[in-house]
């Protein structure tokens, strides 16, 4: 199509990369932490309900910064795991980084719900049926949540689709690498007569989200009508 | 080689244009990575790659020279600006920028718009202006800050807000606000874009590009989005 | 295979304080609403971790409160059969009665999958979810999920409940299977007195969170002044081998050298077989009765009459059978002059054992 | 006031089509697992939208598929009564027995809230959530619920299943005070014969989905053709009249002249009571017998001999007291040479009238 | 406290103001729409679904302007609106708004999870004892999916703290009206050597975000424990 740029798609295409990596990459550990503040109690558990809240309560070019902080090549994660080739700042990754911490609240708060509504008592009977504690998780637990993890899924792909300041602020406005839809958008709005084009990627990106939700609500439809009956 | 450039978001338009010349005439590529100018001048800070800062205000530009992340000599102001007022409407009259301005009877019960008179250089400019001309303690109650001076802008287009200090850069494109008056250019401190070489790397095309910006290709596309060029 | 069980909990008002032994056979665990029954299912399968108390199959230790032992419950092993289901809804049938067989181990006894969906008529199930289950369907394919778990013992918490009498009648077969072929011991909660009579190797019954009766189930259940059922379901057991079956449809059964007539059980001829004579369904004759339509007359003599507290006696006598309780009014033990020593028929219309009553051995 | 039934269902495999009036008095619906029951209680409820049919109560319709009238779950004012409880867990047993009243039309009778807690034996449990309810406590708390709803009619889904025998008895007099004091529709579902022949006014019995037999209970229970819920639950139900309450414990009904001993009852004299003998429990003997320790003896005469599909056969009398239902072996129709026209006395142990099966009339 | 200055303290109480009224305010409205979502079929029913997520998908300053084009007192919205007297603009009503559509997606998201976790057959339960629908909303599903409610509330509540881009777009900045946190730090984060001051509020915001997490942990505890047992 010919009324996006290939900037403009170029931004398009990086912005489902970097949601994508950032809903896929924090799945597993959101579930985890999910799972950890939903049924186990240990110390420092309050603790870690902030710190995944955090970037939730914090202005995003706040967190945007405290990442740069800390993952740029002179900071003290940054630092050493660019030693090891890792290397967040300024690149494609380190926005799906941003991504990933912004939506991360979201995800684990859907996911948690979810499995505060298990019945315990399903999974009580599956382990006297000899499954151990992980595979109660993936055979009873996980599949039941399903549809939370879709939902926090799908919570954190659109988040990650609209995230801007955190973005920005950490890894810049580097075309190809980090400029993504609401990057772009946002250079758009800065000058005279950007607005059409920031409103052509407005469109793209709700179109793309749109997408998902529907996708998502699906998903969830075919799951619930499994758990339901028939 | 290949170059990436860090340069204020109120630059995007002109950017597209040089960018895309100089790639043209020196075969070289340019990235060219737009944002607040205090979050460019923060990641120059940590370390990020870019050869070429161009920043909105001179603050910015001073910090990195104090910690010594400018290549020595390099430093340049290559753009200038000027401060306008701005009126609600297509057909809105002049008025006299001057110590007799009724800003504050203009208003009345409403806003004037205008960036963070305290952080952002369109802002403090605008205040710094108000002051000299001795207006600012009638209006400074009825200022609303936008984040940025576009967004200030976007107050008066809607109508939000009837008046505003904008950039003269920003006012031109926009058909729902008409510039009532320019402020003297000695109300406030010159509104200057300094550009420099960054000290991380050397590679022939950060010289060239700080060369093409001061050439008649980039003076050309500056002018038209309504800059003054700084000469030499 | 014995299971050893020793708990002391306590919830907020109530106490559980229970002690008993189960082994091999079924060990039927009963009492009334509210008893602590499933508290005490709760504890052995490891779901409920007792204030106190002490629990072992075989000598392994589940639970020791003071050595401070504690198995979690999939290492137990133990095929629990929950009150109300507990069917995972988000398998098919099919599916939870596999699920079980997934996590056994690789060397388990395994039942056979079609037999046991045969015996629970499920077989049109299989590919439904649990929502889609009326409520007894359900209780049937959480039986055999538990059957086919190849458990080292089996929990079942009021298992039929939720089931009309005919399927009763056919399920209850597997659990004498089970009990008589294989060397686990079964803990089955029940207050239903044709099957406590039927199932139970052992007996314990419960009050108010403590054993107040337990023993072999003959014991216990023959013994006329344990009435933890109530005295309606009083009813002595009768040690017996099948000699022929009937064209008619009757099978003749030999208790100690008496005949006795039974509408056909499915057993062959020599095998032994547990019959139960409940106490209110035997009448008692001073004459060798004639020209009535009951079969089996067993002549006796009274060993004991222990009054009740309504109108009814409980009369223990002792025929070449074994022992028969017979339930009768105090009016008929004064007509009848019964005191111990004196002779009396007991009569037993062949169909008043219960089919439910008659149990393999 | 009637309840009118005639619903048309079908999920997948299985099809409801089913038509039944429900006087007032106790309408038990019973059949086998998955025969429909929960289905059709649903579809009163209001809970499900069948797919054809009318439900009315009195006139009021409740559903009409082809005049589209659906009236909703809460207009329908039907206390019910789940199989699986259904307490609502963030409120206090007092809470759950409460919440019926709060919507209770302003003018509706109302039971009071003391004795029905006391007559379930829930008074211990009313500031615990239904959390920690055992699972009979559950269900008897989801009774008094319903009860206490003020309804114009009940449905009750196996009620008593999860409770043992003695909660049984005492709670099923209340059903029947319900049935008799009260003139709203009871639908009560239930597979334990006792129950259907102490409370049924009406018997309708469902296979796979169909209505098989139906009519006054005294009538279905009497016809020896109809073995609804198999042969041996098979028993004929006499009309009697309270004579005394003799010091012994035993009361004496009179049955058409005929007298009769049970234990003790808890009507008046001159009231009038309703006993099921179970056609198991009756023997035949030609001559009149003597020296039995059974007190009640019925001359009459074999109507009708009707073999069964096993050993057994059910012989039908003809008594002064009514008709009665007997069931002996073939072996004994032919040793007794039984056949219509025979002179014969039916012998009835005392006890061996379950209490339950004494119902008021 | 003399660490911040008077006018930090009036960001302060401002944001608290603004995210109080903004949670609370929209706590029915996004109950409703949750329910909607989780348990009606309704034409449009996935327009409204993506409309609750639209503020997640764009730009914050997306938002902002067309909260501005929308609600501002030319907007066709604001417009009749400010006749009555109901004034958005330069307003802290406004920057409450923001921040309630900017914490809608995430507050539907938590409480539709609940509700769909609730058990129908309890619902049915209350009916049969002659709950209407509105009153079996109140009796039986409300007290149900309270720990839904109030990880929405909180979940708001946390990005009303945070919100920035919508906030200061639509109704900018004034000091005592509109002047939140997130725009104090901003500001302070726009002029070399502002950090320290920016920390100060920070560190603020943190502490009265996570007191309020604490809080609603709390709360859900309690009513857990109720539904649970004891
Ligand atoms: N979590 C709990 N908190 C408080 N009391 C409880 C709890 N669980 C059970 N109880 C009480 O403990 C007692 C025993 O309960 P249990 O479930 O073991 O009874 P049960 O014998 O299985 O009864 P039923 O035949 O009705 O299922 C009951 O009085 C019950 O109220
Ligand atoms: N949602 C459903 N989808 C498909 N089939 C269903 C569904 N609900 C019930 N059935 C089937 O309909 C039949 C009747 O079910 P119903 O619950 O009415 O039986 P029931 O007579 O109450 O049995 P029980 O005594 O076991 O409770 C069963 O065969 C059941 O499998
Ligand atoms: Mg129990
Ligand atoms: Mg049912």
Redesign the interface.
């Known amino acids: 199509m010919d009324w996006l740029g290939p900037e403009e798609w170029q931004a398009v295409a990086l912005s489902l990369r970097v949601s994508l990596w950032a809903t896929v990459a924090s799945l597993p550990l959101g579930i985890l932490a999910a799972y950890a503040l939903a049924r186990w109690s240990f110390p420092g558990k309050q603790l870690l309900n902030g710190l995944v809240h955090l970037p939730l309560i914090l202005p995003p070019v706040v967190t945007g910064y405290l990442l740069l902080l800390t993952f740029g090549t002179q900071g003290p994660v940054g630092g050493p795991l660019s030693e090891l080739g890792i290397v967040f700042a300024f690149r494609w990754t380190g926005a799906a980084l941003a991504a990933g911490v912004m939506a991360f609240p979201l995800m684990v708060r859907a996911i948690r719900l979810s499995i505060e509504a298990v019945d315990p008592r399903l999974e009580q009977a599956s382990a006297t049926l000899g499954a151990s504690p992980p595979w109660v998780f993936v055979t009873v637990t996980l599949p039941l949540i399903l549809p939370g993890v879709v939902a926090g899924a799908i919570l954190a792909f659109a988040k990650a689709m609209g995230e801007f300041g955190a973005t920005i602020t950490f890894v810049s406005n580097i075309p190809g690498e980090t400029r993504t839809i609401p990057s772009a958008i946002y250079a758009f709005l800065q000058v005279p007569g950007g607005e059409d084009a920031a409103t052509r990627l407005v469109l793209v990106s709700v179109g793309v989200a749109m997408g998902a939700l529907l996708l998502s609500e699906w998903i969830a439809r075919r799951v619930a009508a499994r758990v339901g009956g028939a | 080689d290949r170059i ?1 450039v ?1 340069a204020a ?5 002109a950017m597209a244009e040089i960018e895309a010349g100089f790639e043209a005439t020196t075969g070289h590529e340019v ?6 100018s ?6 120059i800070q ?5 050869d070429i800062f161009i920043s909105a205000n001179p ?2 530009m ?2 990195l020279e104090s910690d010594g992340l400018l290549e020595t000599g390099t430093r340049v102001d290559l753009l200038r600006n000027s401060l306008v007022l701005i009126a609600h409407g297509p057909e809105a009259a002049p008025v006299e920028i001057g110590a007799g301005l009724d800003l504050a009877g203009l208003l009345g019960e409403r ?1 004037l ?1 205008m960036a ?1 008179v ?3 250089p369109a802002g403090i400019y605008g205040k710094a202006a108000l002051e000299s001309l001795g207006l600012w303690e009638s209006v400074a109650p009825r ?6 001076v ?3 802008l ?2 008066v287009a ?3 807000a009837p008046y505003g200090i904008v950039y003269a ?2 006012a ?3 058909e729902d606000v008409t510039v009532i008056g320019t402020f003297p250019a000695a109300s406030h401190p010159p509104i200057v874009y300094p550009a420099a070489d960054l000290a991380n790397r050397d590679v022939a095309a950060e010289a060239a590009f700080l060369d093409y910006l001061r050439g008649p290709e980039a003076r050309a596309a500056f002018e038209r ?1 309504g800059f003054i060029v700084v000469a030499d | 295979m014995t299971l050893e069980v020793r708990i002391r909990h306590s919830f907020g008002g109530f106490t559980l304080d229970a002690a008993f032994d189960a082994p091999a056979g079924v060990t039927v665990l009963f009492g009334r609403s509210g008893s602590g029954k499933t508290t005490i299912v709760n504890a052995v399968a490891g779901l409920l971790r007792p204030e106190g108390g002490r629990i072992a199959v075989d000598g392994r230790v589940l639970t020791d409160t003071e050595a401070r032992v504690w198995l979690p419950p999939h290492r137990r092993r133990l095929g629990t059969i929950f009150q109300e289901g507990r069917l995972l809804p988000h398998l098919t049938v099919r599916q939870n009665l596999r699920y079980g067989a997934w996590f056994a181990p690789r060397d388990a006894r395994r039942e056979d999958m079609g037999r046991i969906v045969e015996m629970l008529g499920i077989g049109h199930l299989l590919d439904r979810r649990p929502g889609a289950l009326s409520g007894g369907e359900k209780q049937r394919v959480a039986i055999g999920r538990a059957l086919l778990s190849a458990p080292a013992a089996i929990l079942a918490d009021e298992p039929l409940a939720a089931l009309d009498e005919a399927r009763k009648a056919e399920i209850l077969p597997y659990f004498e299977r089970l009990r008589d072929e294989v060397a686990v011991p079964i803990l089955y909660v029940s207050h239903a007195a044709s099957e406590v009579a039927r199932l139970a190797t052992t007996v314990v019954a419960l009050e108010a969170g403590r054993v107040v009766a337990q023993g072999p189930a003959a014991e216990v259940l023959g013994d006329p002044g344990v009435t933890p059922l109530g005295p309606r379901e009083v009813g002595a057991v009768l040690e017996t081998r099948v000699v022929a079956h009937h064209a008619d449809g009757l099978t003749e059964l030999s208790a100690g050298g008496v005949q006795l007539f039974l509408p056909r059980i499915a057993r062959a001829e020599g095998a032994r077989a547990r019959v139960r004579i409940a106490a209110h369904e035997v009448l008692l004759s001073r004459g060798a009765p004639a020209g009535l339509s009951a079969l089996n007359i067993l002549p006796g003599t009274v060993r004991e009459v222990r009054p009740g507290d309504g109108p009814g006696a409980i009369v223990a006598l002792d025929t070449p059978a074994g022992r028969v309780l017979a339930r009768v009014t105090r009016r008929s033990v004064a007509a009848l002059s019964l005191a111990p020593g004196v002779p009396v028929h007991a009569v037993v219309k062949s169909v008043s054992v219960a089919p439910e009553d008659v149990g393999a051995r």
Chains 1, 5 share one sequence.
């Open positions: 990436t860090f978001a109120s630059l995007t338009n990235a060219v990575s737009l944002a607040g205090s979050a460019l001048a923060r990641q940590q370390g990020a790659p870019a603050g910015w001073d910090a806003r718009a963070l305290e952080a952002v200022v609303a800050q936008a984040d940025n576009r967004a200030a976007a107050l809607t109508g939000e850069t920003d031109v494109a926009e989005q």
